[in-house]
């Protein structure tokens, strides 16, 4: 069983949703990024969601973007982003870490390459946001055969032919993107988030993340009602703009907001 | 004028002919040989294949979000291809609004000059709002009408794409929305004073390098949020399937008209076919009807800036890699960590790291040949024009007229040469007072 998996069916044991902050590696400085998930660890995360930078993130609002333009500012790589899971699993050999970002900086390293150096830095599972099913065919086999989860994205849009076709090639969890819009985007209709996760359950056999939109713990209480697991990017990639300039308050400062995120999805858990 | 009429005529026949057959490749071959007898049989070029692909080029790189409407946009695409009255509807506007067919002119006086082949320019420059965009944009917004979109959305670098989806969406009552990157807002003004004057809203583009491919970004973000109400109208032929088939399509009657008056002209075909290749939809709208036609040679000339050897270019095709980018597998200019680097040139319309995935592989396959020549030479090109013939070229037109210039004199002088005059000069004003130290 993948760590991914392994995670999932312990919190499922436990009845407890899990919580996924995501962040971007080298935001805002290279050294800020291995203490941060350790302490967002510490905070309560259950697995974490590395964003790798790239150039053009076109899925992306305007938080994560400058959080991509701060990290390419000093020149963060894809095998910096590697070093730091590697780091990170000196001290960590049990959270899950899943690479989120685009598929150029993986392309050009060349997939079977990169799943051999991604496996052997301690990297459970990647999210390549510009590579649908239909395009990844030869991705999936390399990360399968390094023993990578490939997590998915589902949209609004996704109707069950698609649904389907994400569900074959799909493992670890799939994401449900619960809004029409970039990262950080506008408010997410609950009502809506709950039909569509009925239907994805009903056809794909994986937990179930819902992320993009949730920004507050009342919200993430009420994600986690229905979903598996509340994943938070822009929220937390907001409070790290605002100490860009004090990056030694950053994990403290992270951990205290994942902290308040925990305790209200604890709480909805326990209702 | 007369002839050329008759000719427009026999096209619109053309394509409602061709309404009976199935697809776009099976249309536009069809339009291409109803025209002319000796075009050669259509087995052999056949791309893209059902799911956008040009061999390892193009496909589908995208958000899950866009996965649907790009492949409603494809279904409708193909419906309305087979569609009488919407082909009805595009020849007549492209006859009546745009002013087609654009005509051939012999530049005689700068033939001589440059001592071989005679050159020859399809003159897209005359169309209504100055360049070849307007012949995309026309048909995707009829396409985004028939889809029941209220809203268009388009991303441009020099202004051009962004005025020609401006003018449509004032003519059909549509609300259009431009991105465009602060870079390029700064050294177009004039035309993004025409969008506003036609009732669009130009949105600069902060991020990033703050150019068209900022604008690309920015456009696709806005379009995976009002995606319902929104058609986002491409202004080249990059982008996911469908766009770079279907703005080759819609470009493609430059090649066709182009085909015809030169058999008509010379009785036969040109011996090359030179344009300038951004996004490359100008280059491919010629070239698509000639690549049968194994005796006609390709060259795109793509943007060499400072020079090659500079780094400070938007050469893809000449000096990039391939990678994956806005949608599709094609040559980027890239560094080796697999990011995209900021590209260079005189002309906005050029200053892309990508290129539409076919010229990728018309390039691998050998069939085109792409060059590049520098910001000095396009400057050159655009005053031997301007002073030679009368006609005053886009810049971007100016590095396909300066390759002509290169190659015209290695060429007999009862060969010929068709350029395309992409656009013509006259946004580029300021750019070209500026190295000249002036200010208008
Ligand atoms: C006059 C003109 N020619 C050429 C181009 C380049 O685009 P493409 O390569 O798609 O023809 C532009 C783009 O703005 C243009 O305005």
């Not at chain 1, 949703?17 to 291995?34: E, N």
């Not at chain 1, 590697?86 to 050999?93: G, L, M, P, Y």
């Not at chain 1, 229905?226 to 790290?240: H, K, L, P, T």
């Not at chain 2, 360049?131 to 029941?148: D, E, F, P, S, Y």
Request: net charge negative.
């Amino acid at each position: 069983m993948s760590r991914i998996a392994g995670c999932f069916a312990d919190l499922a044991a436990r009845g407890r949703t899990a919580l996924i902050p995501f962040v971007t590696a080298g935001d805002p400085d290279l050294a800020t990024t291995v203490p941060l998930m350790h302490a967002m660890v510490a905070a309560g995360a259950d697995l974490i969601e590395l964003g790798v930078p790239f150039s053009d993130p076109m899925a992306d609002g305007p938080v994560i973007q400058r959080a991509s333009e701060r990290a390419l500012a000093h020149h963060t790589r894809l095998r910096d982003v590697l070093d730091m899971v590697r780091k990170f699993r000196e001290r960590d050999a049990a959270t899950p870490v899943i690479l989120m970002g685009y598929l150029n900086p993986i392309e050009i390293l060349g997939y079977a390459a990169f799943a051999a150096q991604a496996s052997a830095a301690g990297v459970d599972g990647i999210l390549v946001v510009d590579a649908p099913p239909e395009e990844s065919g030869e991705l999936v086999t390399s990360l399968r055969q390094a023993g990578i989860d490939l997590v998915y994205l589902l949209a609004p849009t996704s109707d069950e032919a698609r649904i389907r076709t994400i569900g074959a090639v799909a493992s670890g969890f799939v994401y449900y993107v619960s809004v029409k819009g970039v990262t950080g985007a506008g408010h997410l209709d609950l009502a809506d988030v709950d039909a569509k996760l009925a239907e994805i359950r009903r056809l794909i056999p994986l937990p179930v993340g819902v992320g993009f939109g949730i920004k507050d713990a009342e919200t993430a209480a009420r994600v986690a009602r229905m979903a598996d697991a509340v994943i938070v990017g822009s929220a937390i990639v907001g409070r790290i703009e605002a100490l860009t300039m004090k990056p030694e308050h950053i994990p403290a400062a992270i951990g205290d907001f994942l902290a308040g995120l925990r305790a209200a999805i604890d709480g909805a858990d326990r209702a | 004028m007369a002839i050329n009429h008759a000719e427009a005529g026999s096209e619109a026949q053309g394509q409602t002919q061709s309404a009976a057959q199935s697809g776009a490749q099976a249309k536009v071959q069809s339009v291409t040989q109803s025209e002319d007898q000796t075009a050669a049989p259509s087995e052999a070029y056949h791309w893209p294949d059902a799911r956008g692909h040009f061999g390892p080029y193009g496909g589908l790189f995208v958000p899950e979000t866009l996965m649907r409407p790009l492949d409603e946009l494809t279904r409708a695409y193909a419906r309305y291809l087979q569609d009488p009255d919407f082909l009805a509807e595009l020849d007549a506007d492209l006859r009546d609004y745009v002013g087609r067919p654009s005509p051939i002119y012999h530049a005689e006086r700068w033939s001589r000059e440059l001592g071989g082949a005679q050159i020859f320019l399809k003159r897209e420059d005359l169309n209504h709002t100055g360049a070849h965009k307007v012949n995309n944009t026309i048909g995707q917004a009829l396409l985004a009408k028939r889809m029941g979109k209220t809203r268009i959305i388009a991303e441009t670098g020099a202004g051009q794409h962004g005025v020609a989806s401006a003018t449509v969406a004032a003519r059909l009552g549509l609300e259009c929305v431009v991105y465009m990157g602060e870079i390029d807002v700064a050294r177009q003004e004039a035309n993004v004073y025409r969008m506003r004057l036609l009732g669009a809203q130009v949105v600069a583009v902060k991020s990033g390098s703050r150019t068209l491919k900022d604008a690309l970004n920015e456009a696709m973000r806005d379009w995976v949020t009002n995606v319902d109400n929104t058609f986002y109208i491409i202004g080249t032929v990059a982008g996911p399937h469908p766009y770079p088939a279907m703005v080759r399509d819609f470009q493609a009657v430059i090649g066709r008209e182009a085909r015809a008056q030169m058999l008509e002209r010379l009785g036969r075909l040109p011996d090359a076919l030179v344009a300038c290749v951004g996004g490359g939809s100008n280059a491919i709208g010629l070239f698509y009807p000639f690549l049968e036609d194994a005796g006609v040679e390709l060259i795109g000339v793509e943007a060499a800036g400072e020079g090659l050897a500079s780094g400070h270019h938007a050469a893809p095709l000449c000096a990039g890699r391939p990678g994956v980018l806005h949608g599709s597998r094609t040559y980027l200019m890239e560094d080796s960590d697999g990011q995209i680097i900021e590209t260079h040139s005189i002309s906005a319309g050029l200053d892309y790291p990508g290129v539409g995935p076919e010229h990728a592989w018309l390039k691998d396959s050998g069939r085109a040949r792409y060059v590049a020549v520098t910001d000095e030479e396009a400057l050159a090109a655009f005053h031997t024009l301007t002073r030679t013939e009368g006609i005053i070229p886009a810049l971007e037109s100016s590095h396909a007229l300066a390759q002509v210039a290169k190659l015209a004199p290695t060429l007999r002088k009862d060969q010929a040469i068709l350029v395309n005059l992409s656009g013509r000069g006259d946004k580029d004003m300021h750019t070209v007072a500026a190295r000249e130290g002036l200010t208008l």
